[in-house]
């Protein structure tokens, strides 16, 4: 584990198995390599990290972005946005949906989905509006033995289809639209249904509602009761942690090994969340 008083900053996990909440680090400044490192080092360990009364306008928050990666611009909301490059998710008071409100791994429909998504809170319901992660790594080293060879050996089917598009009512209610337009083309890639981190080593399960929707080379009926398993399996108690948000707070997930829901809860109050993604 990172030493707890690394560089000028402190790690304390939320949990036993997934995420940590690091103070003593000023996102929106110039941070050195080291620090970088730092920050990615604590990533791979929790999976999630977490921080706290952070100030930064958006030109900032790309910029903290490209120091883990390429910037990855969403293509369901392209032409929603005002920059591309970030997604504003505005849940307004009425709204009876929210961004997110499934299980998922975000976009997983692409060849290359992102490695994460660093997400800022810009305002806050007093209560409610709690995000859930799930660690992913778990989920598949707890699957007996038998399983782990079966699904070792497939490959799953994700696609958009679910969350954009003219036939999907995924925006119906809210107040962050996809594209739902006769012009948008259902994006469709298959991926292994236990993955190998590429960092870290270790296999993860790779399954989530909004995008995976079949298992290669199996029928319907074959592939659902066994995808339906896997999904809650993966979304046990002990697997996850939940982070309530307060103005200023920043999440950071490694899209790779974590999944995450967004709690529809904040009953008449507006929140506010500004998110950029890292291929």
């Not at 900053?9 to 949990?15: A, E, L, R, Y």
């Not at 390429?70 to 369901?76: A, L, S, T």
């Not at 009876?96 to 409100?101: K, P, S, Y």
């Not at 298959?190 to 290669?216: C, D, Q």
Request: net charge negative; hydrophobic share 40%.
């Amino acid at each position: 584990m990172i030493d707890p008083a690394w560089r000028d900053g402190d790690v304390q996990p939320i949990t036993g198995e997934l995420g940590a909440e690091i103070s003593g680090v000023d996102l929106g400044a110039d941070l050195d390599d080291a620090t970088i490192a730092e920050i990615r080092q604590a990533l791979l360990e929790h999976g999630v990290i977490f921080f706290r009364d952070q100030e930064f306008d958006a030109e900032q928050h790309k910029r903290l972005a490209r120091r883990f990666g390429e910037i990855f611009v969403h293509p369901n909301y392209a032409g929603t946005q005002a920059d591309p490059e970030i997604v504003m998710i505005r849940r307004e008071p009425g709204d009876t949906r929210v961004v997110g409100e499934d299980w998922h791994t975000d976009t997983t429909m692409m060849p290359k989905p992102p490695m994460g998504a660093i997400l800022y809170a810009i305002e806050v319901p007093p209560f409610g509006g709690d995000t859930l992660f799930a660690n992913q790594y778990l989920a598949y080293e707890t699957l007996s033995d038998g399983m782990k060879r079966l699904i070792d050996g497939l490959r799953a089917i994700h696609s958009d289809r679910l969350v954009a598009g003219p036939q999907s009512r995924a925006s119906v209610g809210r107040s962050t639209k996809a594209r739902h337009d006769d012009a948008w083309r259902e994006t469709v890639s298959t991926h292994p249904m236990a993955i190998r981190h590429p960092e870290t080593g270790r296999k993860a399960l790779f399954v989530n509602v909004s995008y995976t929707v079949g298992i290669e080379g199996l029928a319907e009926d074959e592939s659902r009761p066994l995808l339906d398993f896997l999904m809650e399996h993966g979304n046990r108690p002990e697997f996850t942690c939940r982070f309530r948000w307060t103005q200023g707070a920043v999440a950071f997930w490694d899209n790779r090994c974590v999944k995450h829901l967004a709690i529809n809860d904040a009953g008449p109050f507006r929140r506010v969340m500004r998110r950029v993604q890292i291929a």
